[in-house]
């Protein structure tokens, strides 16, 4: 989608390369040798560490809103990009959630001249349906390449820096970077179709998604109807179905109001 297209070559250069209580035991996902001995962390734990603090400096890209509904189970994903005025991005962050008692959190992950420095997980991780623990990873790379990482968990997310961090084996984050650049750059699954159109009150959204009627990653934006685009698809919405669609967009609201991905311009994809 060209709303990415202003770094989507440096992304693809980025992926080629590269409050609840707890039971005690361990969650049996994780199945990890565990390493009490303090290390010497990795360089780019410093420079993770000088993106955050300069992260009001970087300019933030948001992405569409992906949903995806199967009965009574619904996973979303988004991602927010910072970049510098060059339109390198410094830091990205995937929000996620995967459904009802599964995993809900951010993934972090930070880059040196479009080089993966390190990623930091931070998630919600439910154990049964009453249970969930708060957990962090953190892996730093070298040569684009997982060389380190540890985890810690907490009962409670505002108690982990009470908690020491254990090493792990290196975890890679390969296919959480090749999602974030398929919603980034509308690939894939995140491809956007059209698929109908939502009537509110005073509102109206484009439903757009995989083409298909079941099993399948959708969004919505906010749309005019007194735009000539979007009033000749109001009259033609059969045969539009599905159809490819390219689409630019900003994003309206916030600050404590329903925030919506407004559409600005819209062409469809032969």
């Known amino acids: 989608m060209k709303y990415f297209l202003i770094f989507s070559v440096i992304l693809t250069s980025i992926f ?7 039971n005690s035991g361990d969650n049996n996902s994780d199945k990890v040798d565990l390493d009490t001995t303090i290390q010497e962390l990795p ?12 992260i009001s400096e970087l300019n933030e890209v948001r992405s569409l809103r992906w949903e995806k509904t199967i009965d009574d189970n619904s996973e979303f994903r988004e991602v927010h990009a910072y970049m510098n005025d060059q339109g ?16 809900q959190g951010e993934n972090h992950f930070y880059f040196n001249n479009s080089e993966v420095i390190a990623v ?13 623990v708060y957990k962090e990873t953190e892996t730093y790379y070298e040569d684009d390449k997982p060389v380190f990482s540890r ?22 984050n390969k296919s959480e970077l090749e999602i974030v650049d398929n ?23 484009l439903l757009l998604g995989e083409p298909k009627n079941e099993n399948r990653y959708v969004t919505t934006v906010l749309a005019d ?33 329903p925030e ?4 600005t311009s819209a062409k469809w994809v032969d």
């Open 120 to 132: 930091v997980k931070k998630a919600d991780v439910w154990i049964d349906s009453n249970t969930v």
């Open 88 to 103: 390198v991005p410094s830091k990205m962050v995937q929000y996620f959630s995967m459904g009802n008692f599964q995993e």
């Open 183 to 205: 919603i980034l750059k509308g690939k894939g699954r995140f491809k956007t179709h059209f698929i109908s159109v939502i009537k509110g009150k005073e509102q109206l959204f």
């Open 43 to 54: 360089a780019s734990h410093n420079m993770m560490h000088e993106i955050e603090n300069n």
């Open 151 to 172: 985890i810690r968990s907490s009962d409670y997310a505002d108690q982990i820096t009470d908690v020491e961090w254990k090493k792990i084996r290196p975890v890679s």
């Open 225 to 257: 109807h007194r735009v000539p685009f979007v009033n000749n698809l109001l009259h033609n919405l059969e045969a539009y179905k599905f159809r490819p669609i390219d689409i630019k967009f900003q994003v309206v609201g916030g600050n404590g109001r």
């Open 16 to 22: 080629t390369s590269c409050e609840q209580k707890t």
């Open 260 to 263: 919506f991905r407004m559409l």
